[in-house]
């Protein structure tokens, strides 16, 4: 995948296929440490311990449709890379951690990509899941509940579509406004 933004939305949608009503999307870049760290949370069902040391193998997955699941070996391909790191928990019942950390000025680091993007795409995808993004940089930080969303929609008896828009305008300006180095 060509931005770190697309591998969380991969990461956010085994969330979701794994029954996660919350997700939080924690990003800290630093460039005075050299260093952008990116972990997501869930309260899905988790997986067993045999599952979490095989699911970073291409040829595991817990599918159906298709024999392979390349998400998350891609994912840790993406860290290694870049001379990061790459930390997965799980608990039956409790829901996934992962906790991914990269060299930000790495030249074999991928770009983190457009995560107003990636962010609005799961509230319209999944209107139901109750998300939280976190984004802090050198220069300030943010937080972004999609419950807010739904505030503004029962505020201003919006539909969810009319509500996208400003709510991606917010989550733009708020990247730009900490200068987000991805």
Known sequence: M????LHILDIVTNAIEAEATRVIIDIRE???EDDLRIRIRDNGRGMP???????????VTTR????VGMGISLTKQATLMSKGTFDLKSTLGKGTELCMRFRLNCLNR??????AETVINLIIGTPDLHLCYQHRTDKGRFCFDSYWVLGRMAENDWS???TIAPAKEFLQDKIKTIESLG
């Open 160 to 162: 969810l579509y009319q």
């Open 49 to 59: 311990e045999e599952m979490v040391r095989q699911v970073s193998d291409p040829f």
């Open 2 to 5: 060509r931005e770190l933004s």
């Open 110 to 115: 991928v770009p983190l990509g457009d995560m």
């Open 30 to 32: 630093s460039q005075q």
């Open 64 to 67: 159906t449709t298709r024999p």
